[in-house]
């Protein structure tokens, strides 16, 4: 008998989520230095961390001792960031962490997750590892969601709906009156805020008032902290409870807790490279709109997708990852035509807008 017999049966066939491919991988298949890569493909933050982080993390000196466990101080700082209480908050390896916790503390097998799509992967593949049943509810022609459509699929096993805002990969946000439409049903309605400070739209004043209302949000993006892994969830208190429980332990590590607490003092510092992300992209959506075989598509986000007209977008993907210009491409319904571009530094605008007018002529 083989191994792999020993493998969940539904498990068999599951492609996992498929990540950008990072710049030292592709080093060596392209003629591109990794260094010289123009990595617009993650929605990362090109300016980086705070320089605090940098210089906090070189001076500590306790890697050997375990983080604390029940991140109090960490809740504590998140908590004045956000403006809830720490008792409504829990960090995780990411917010990407959070939303598996959400699914596994909530759903039975067989339980029901409405996913507007097209969005983010990871609620469908954290809900197939669960055995949750994925309803996709279609966003329309212009990425909206359609709130009666959604809420027609709601039923006795829907445990979570999931929205992206601003929306990933489509960058448009929902209105709030969609969303406290959503929140009156009474199914927990999971707001993914990954992008919140480049939209500054956010609903976590509606925390009091709703108690099926979950916020996520990430230091990912606005803090430059992708590669330390820190998120944070705002959830009803009791459900906070429980997933500290069945999180795994020390799930944050030392050098995340460092950087938060680094990043909040350097909020200024950084909220001005936040600033210059937006500035830049109204920048690229001017420079994206004047070529004629690309369709953008409005954002409140920190990157923007194209429709890409006469020209595949998988092999337009390939071409640029050639020139060592890496962005984002989906094989999935209603986007396979469709390239996101994450916004990054002026330069990398430039390079970009044309290397483009030299592939599309
Ligand atoms: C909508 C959305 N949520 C969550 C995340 C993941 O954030 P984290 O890096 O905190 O896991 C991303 C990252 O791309 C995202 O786009």
Redo the contacts with the bound molecule.
Sequence with gaps: MGIEKLIRKELLSFGGYSAAASPEVLEGRIDVAAKDMIKID??ENPYGCSPRVNKALARYAQFNIYPDDGQEKLRKLLSGYAGVDAKYIVA??????L?DLLIRLLVNPGDEIINCTP??G?YSFSAKLCNGVLVEVPRDEAFNIDVAKVKAAITTKTKLIFV?NP??PTGNLTPEKDLIELLDTGVPIVV?E??YEFSRKTVVPLMSKYENLIV?R????WAGL?GL???YGLFPPVIADFILRIKIPYNVNVAAIIAVEESLKDKDYLMASVQRLIDERQRLLDQVQKINWLTVYPTQSNFILCRIRNIDAGNLHKQLQLKGILVRYFDQPRIKDCIRFSVGKPEHTDALIKTLREIGG
């Design positions: 993650a929605n995780g390896n990411g917010s990407n962490q939303i969005t983010f990871i992206t929306n990933n993914d990954a992008y996520l990430t230091l990912s993006k992708a892994r820190i998120g």
